[in-house]
């Protein structure tokens, strides 16, 4: 034993080595996602056109003008497809960033879940191997055994999801679909946005597509429709539908160009102001929740749970106060990642909404660690 241990923490240390944090996941996604590679190069060569073959995209991005930045290309408009790449670049480093907390909560919950179903069984085990004694004896490992079954359930669900995320992680970071990922250090919570300082992306790009719009035919139908809501967050704390419909309608009257232009704009600013209060007030509470489930806690009921069963074997606790500490772990564990999760959607939603219209060429941050 004594000539295996420093091989074996030799292992454990090389493992520990190949963990990223999602800092790291959000920098080789923005040197070798195959799309931003793709059309960051034909952008590139606007107005000319590049001759590129095209590369095969195994997890395309979603994001909010996603075909509008098509478009865009196809129709040689550098300075419009510059500015949608500003918004594809936030949107997948967004996107990478909380696949990668969710990865790692998967991870975490099929771990701590296989975990107290393998020693649950062992209690299990225990109680058969002793002399019979009586009905309570019988009835307390039925209970044991029917414990279990949803640590099992839980298990076998995040397992199921931490595959479909490495799958797709690994399509965004420009791997392989079954290289090995390991992920740590994210689940924090994400640090206070940063102060709206010049002209956001949002605004630029719905002024450049008027403008687009007021030279076309069916001006007033093809660019009046414009809509501002949250994209990360999809569901939970901070959701909502996006506010539709014109805060500021067109008479039946004919009106120039530049009154338009103007009535459009104020539509769009109007709106926005109005997501951003709702992203604020999301943001503020998601940050709330959080912090009212510390790592502390989590780490606390834990111990808890090993006490519990050590108490349990020794006769010293009920199988209820035992199954109780068990499950309060595992649920306290998946409301915290939940919670840390919501609470970055919040964020990155915020910071989509008020992100500069001009970055520093060839960067973009989405709330860094401090």
């Known amino acids: 034993m004594k000539n295996f241990l420093p091989y074996f923490c030799m292992g454990l240390m090389a493992v520990s080595a190949l963990a990223q944090t999602s800092d790291e996941l959000v920098a080789e996604a923005m040197k070798n996602n195959p799309e931003l590679r793709f059309y960051t190069a034909q952008i590139e060569a606007l107005p000319k056109t590049a001759q590129l073959a095209s590369p095969r995209i195994p ?16 129709n040689l408009d550098k300075e419009l497809a510059e500015l949608y790449l500003a ?12 696949k990668a907390m969710e990865y790692q909560a998967a991870t975490e919950t099929a771990s701590s879940a296989n975990d107290l179903a393998g020693r649950t069984a062992a209690l299990v085990k225990m109680l058969e191997e002793r002399p019979a004694a ?11 055994e029917g414990a279990s079954l949803p640590f099992i359930r839980t298990a076998a669900e995040e397992k199921v999801a931490k595959d479909l995320l490495r799958t797709e992680l690994n399509g965004l970071l ?6 090995e990922l390991s992920v740590n ?5 994400p640090p206070q946005s940063p102060k709206p300082g010049t002209e956001a992306l949002v605004l630029k790009i719905r002024e450049a597509e008027i403008a687009r719009g007021l030279a076309g035919l069916d001006a007033a139908l093809d660019i009046e429709g414009f809509q501002v809501g949250p994209w990360f967050t999809k569901e939970g704390l901070g959701a909502n539908d996006p506010l539709s419909g014109m805060t500021i309608p067109g008479a039946t009257g004919g009106s120039g160009p530049a009154e338009r232009r103007k009535r459009l704009i104020e539509d769009a600013q109007m709106k926005l102001d109005r997501e951003l209060a709702i992203r604020r007030t999301a943001l503020e509470a998601s940050r709330e929740v959080a912090a009212a489930m510390p790592e502390t806690l989590i780490e606390n009921l ?19 106060i035992l199954i109780e500490a068990h499950r309060e772990y595992l649920d306290a564990l998946e409301a915290r990642n939940q919670a840390v999760s919501q609470a970055w959607r919040n964020s990155l939603d915020l910071d989509l909404l008020t992100l500069p219209a001009k970055q520093p060429a060839g960067k973009i941050t989405v709330n860094p660690k401090p």
């Not at 997890?59 to 098509?70: A, Q, T, V």
């Not at 009586?134 to 044991?144: D, M, Q």
Request: avoid cysteine.
């Open 174 to 179: 420009g791997r392989k679909p079954n290289d």
């Open 302 to 320: 834990k111990s808890a749970s090993d006490l519990a069963e050590r108490q349990y074997r020794v006769g010293a606790l009920g199988v209820n």
């Open 185 to 189: 250090g994210s689940l924090v919570s």
């Open 87 to 98: 918004e594809f670049r936030f949107a997948l480093a967004g996107t990478v960033r909380l």
């Open 134 to 144: 009586g009905v309570a004896a019988v009835i307390e490992r039925r209970i044991l």
């Open 59 to 74: 997890i395309p991005l979603d994001f909010p003008s996603r075909e509008k930045f098509r478009a865009a290309v196809l």
